[in-house]
């Protein structure tokens, strides 16, 4: 096999081998001293090891050993129910404190994490304070570590947790790695050691052919990966934002006031950079980073793109000062980052005559404003659907989002409304007596009230969508109640309306003698649908 082109970019991958004990140990205020603990679960009709610690390992005992067996070697084991959607919290949270590094972070579960450190390494001081750094962050935080750099996050992966002998460099560490560092089924890798292929380096002294014809082409496809003969990129659990600022300090700061001061050159430097691009900010994230490696992030966002830093700074201090949860600094933050994720075009503000501002602006502020204090779904708008069922063409979105999926359509000057302004939701029963069953309304009984039709408009057929909603509700048109048979406490219960198929609506606008018009529709098409249609008041018109 050819040797690999140098790498041209880095890698840092993170290994923690004893993940759910630290996360245990932190969680709980540590454990006895001198106490083996495992971490068990059900598999396969037995309680089986899933998860150890350092001394359990010192100990002989290894995953997938049964319980009953790993007591019998010690007694004195703990045994803890392992809790796998808790240590992949805990990964998470880890992975927030990595991105104060590079914000190129991949999780690789279940116990690591990998960072592409390309043009990052440099601002710690290089790969070796780097590596010191993260080492004191981890040592902080009880979480024992193994770490590796390599040019392909593959090789970064296997260096961390299959590497044992050091070598000359970072080729030849890999040429070295078990087998095992490929992460195949236990058979194939069985396979291969009776064939005498231990390591890396065997496999890639073999031609490539033979052994993808026997083994596969996905073992062939790892190797490479590897040996850095096919470049290969880590997948970052965030996108990376365009514009990122932040400020670093020796000494940590514990204040929130500082914290605010900091905000404040932060977004103004941003503004600078957003007026230069013509664009505005939609969205903005400040992520506080403790000194202990704990994040709190913060986020707001705007109704129009803004890079005014007087409106932006006014929001985070009010988003600060509503939280729930309130920052704690601990023993302070040395590391304050603010991001743009989303932006979107904008010119310069277009003034009136009379030198104010367009009152858009002012609407927009007032929303964000109050988004922020109370939260984004509190404060709420109308937007239209794109549907032809009235009763579910309008719903609601939060205010802080500017764009209609679907625009409102402009009635003809001069038109009556099509759409009544008053809409019954779910429709209302009526009893309606016409000519002939297909035909238009003669009189209607509504709220024991009966209605003389002297005017109509229609029929306005809607189909029913079949594709998007197979059944509806709409109330039964006898009437709304059903009685409770109870003795002395017959009354009237009201049952939410019964689903019923889609069917054909006519909708008519009539006007009774006074002069009241009305949005009645029949529901089914006579004998084709249905043989008793039934009709219904969906609307009242001004």
């Given at each position: 096999m050819?040797?690999?082109?140098?790498a041209?970019?880095?890698?840092?991958?993170l290994?923690f081998?004893q993940?759910?004990?630290?996360?245990?140990?932190?969680?709980?205020?540590?454990?006895?001293?001198?106490?083996p603990?495992v971490?068990?679960?059900?598999?396969?009709?037995?309680?089986?090891?899933?998860?150890?610690?350092?001394?359990a390992?010192?100990?002989?005992?290894?995953?997938g050993?049964?319980?009953?067996?790993a007591?019998?070697?010690?007694?004195?084991?703990?045994?803890i129910?392992?809790?796998?959607?808790?240590?992949r919290?805990?990964?998470?949270?880890?992975?927030?404190g990595c991105?104060?590094?590079?914000p190129m972070?991949?999780?690789?579960?279940?116990?690591?994490?990998?960072?592409d450190i390309?043009?990052?390494?440099?601002?710690?001081?290089?790969?070796?304070?780097?590596?010191?750094?993260?080492?004191?962050?981890?040592?902080?935080?009880g979480?024992?570590?193994?770490?590796?750099?390599?040019?392909?996050?593959?090789a970064?992966?296997?260096?961390?947790?299959?590497q044992t002998?050091?070598?000359?460099?970072?080729?030849?560490?890999?040429?070295?790695?078990?087998?095992?560092a490929?992460?195949?089924?236990?058979e194939?890798?069985?396979?291969l050691?009776?064939?005498?292929?231990?390591?890396?380096?065997?496999l890639?002294?073999?031609?490539?052919?033979?052994?993808?014809?026997?083994?596969?082409?996905?073992m062939?496809?790892?190797l490479?990966?590897?040996?850095?003969?096919t470049d290969?990129?880590?997948?970052?659990?965030?996108?990376?934002?365009?514009?990122?600022?932040?400020r670093?300090?020796?000494?940590?700061?514990?204040r929130?006031?500082?914290?605010?001061?900091?905000?404040?050159?932060?977004?103004?430097?941003a503004?600078g950079?957003?007026?230069?691009?013509?664009?505005g900010?939609?969205?903005?994230?400040a992520?506080?980073?403790?000194s202990?490696g704990?994040v709190?992030?913060i986020?707001?966002?705007?109704?129009?793109?803004?890079?005014?830093?007087?409106?932006t700074?006014?929001?985070?201090?009010e988003r600060?000062?509503?939280?729930?949860?309130?920052i704690?600094?601990?023993?302070?933050?040395?590391?304050?980052?603010?991001a743009?994720p989303?932006?979107e075009?904008?010119?310069?503000?277009?003034?009136?005559?009379?030198?104010?501002?367009?009152s858009?602006e002012a609407?927009?502020a007032?929303?964000?404003?109050?988004?922020?204090?109370?939260?984004?779904?509190?404060?709420r708008?109308?937007a239209?659907?794109?549907?032809?069922?009235?009763?579910?063409?309008a719903f609601t979105?939060p205010?802080?989002?500017?764009?209609?999926?679907?625009?409102w359509?402009?009635?003809?000057?001069?038109?009556?409304?099509?759409?009544?302004?008053h809409?019954?939701?779910?429709p209302?029963?009526?009893?309606?007596?016409?000519?002939?069953?297909?035909?238009?309304?003669?009189?209607?009984?509504?709220?024991s009230?009966?209605?003389?039709?002297?005017?109509f408009?229609?029929?306005?057929?809607?189909?029913?969508e079949?594709?998007?909603?197979?059944?509806?509700?709409?109330?039964e048109p006898?009437?709304?109640?059903?009685?409770?048979?109870a003795?002395?406490?017959?009354g009237e219960?009201?049952?939410?309306?019964?689903r019923?198929?889609?069917?054909?609506?006519?909708y008519?606008?009539?006007?009774?003698?006074?002069?009241?018009?009305f949005w009645?529709?029949?529901?089914?098409?006579?004998?084709?649908?249905?043989g008793?249609?039934?009709?219904?008041?969906?609307g009242?018109?001004?």
């Amino acid at each position: 096999m050819t040797e690999p082109a140098l790498a041209t970019r880095r890698y840092l991958a993170l290994w923690f081998p004893q993940l759910p004990a630290d996360r245990w140990c932190r969680t709980h205020g540590g454990k006895p001293a001198d106490t083996p603990t495992v971490f068990v679960e059900k598999h396969g009709g037995a309680v089986r090891i899933a998860a150890l610690d350092a001394q359990a390992q010192r100990l002989g005992l290894a995953p997938g050993l049964t319980l009953a067996d790993a007591r019998a070697r010690i007694p004195e084991l703990v045994a803890i129910e392992y809790d796998p959607h808790a240590d992949r919290l805990w990964l998470e949270r880890i992975a927030d404190g990595c991105d104060r590094w590079t914000p190129m972070v991949e999780l690789d579960p279940p116990d690591g994490i990998t960072l592409d450190i390309t043009g990052c390494a440099h601002l710690a001081g290089g790969e070796a304070a780097l590596a010191l750094e993260i080492e004191r962050c981890c040592a902080a935080a009880g979480l024992g570590l193994r770490h590796a750099f390599a040019g392909t996050p593959e090789a970064a992966q296997a260096l961390a947790r299959f590497q044992t002998v050091p070598a000359a460099d970072e080729r030849q560490a890999v040429r070295r790695l078990s087998i095992a560092a490929l992460r195949l089924e236990e058979e194939t890798e069985r396979a291969l050691r009776y064939a005498g292929l231990k390591t890396l380096g065997d496999l890639a002294a073999r031609p490539s052919a033979p052994l993808a014809a026997r083994f596969g082409t996905e073992m062939m496809a790892r190797l490479d990966r590897l040996l850095g003969h096919t470049d290969s990129r880590i997948s970052p659990r965030r996108a990376p934002p365009v514009l990122i600022f932040e400020r670093r300090f020796a000494e940590p700061i514990a204040r929130i006031e500082d914290v605010l001061a900091v905000l404040d050159g932060l977004v103004g430097e941003a503004a600078g950079m957003l007026e230069e691009r013509h664009e505005g900010g939609r969205q903005f994230v400040a992520r506080l980073y403790r000194s202990d490696g704990a994040v709190r992030e913060i986020m707001i966002e705007t109704g129009q793109p803004t890079r005014d830093p007087a409106i932006t700074g006014r929001l985070f201090r009010e988003r600060i000062d509503t939280l729930a949860d309130p920052i704690d600094p601990g023993f302070g933050f040395d590391l304050v980052r603010l991001a743009v994720p989303t932006t979107e075009p904008l010119g310069s503000l277009q003034l009136g005559l009379e030198g104010g501002g367009i009152s858009e602006e002012a609407m927009a502020a007032l929303i964000d404003r109050l988004s922020s204090r109370l939260g984004r779904d509190r404060i709420r708008r109308f937007a239209r659907r794109d549907t032809h069922v009235p009763e579910q063409q309008a719903f609601t979105l939060p205010a802080v989002e500017r764009s209609d999926p679907v625009p409102w359509p402009v009635p003809p000057r001069g038109e009556p409304p099509l759409r009544p302004l008053h809409l019954f939701d779910p429709p209302q029963p009526v009893e309606v007596l016409a000519e002939v069953p297909d035909g238009p309304p003669r009189s209607f009984r509504w709220r024991s009230t009966l209605h003389e039709v002297k005017r109509f408009e229609g029929p306005e057929r809607i189909a029913g969508e079949w594709w998007r909603v197979p059944i509806e509700r709409l109330p039964e048109p006898e009437a709304g109640v059903v009685r409770k048979r109870a003795g002395k406490d017959e009354g009237e219960k009201h049952l939410p309306p019964p689903r019923r198929p889609l069917l054909t609506r006519d909708y008519f606008r009539v006007e009774d003698a006074r002069g009241r018009r009305f949005w009645l529709f029949r529901h089914g098409l006579y004998e084709r649908e249905t043989g008793n249609p039934a009709w219904y008041i969906h609307g009242l018109f001004a």
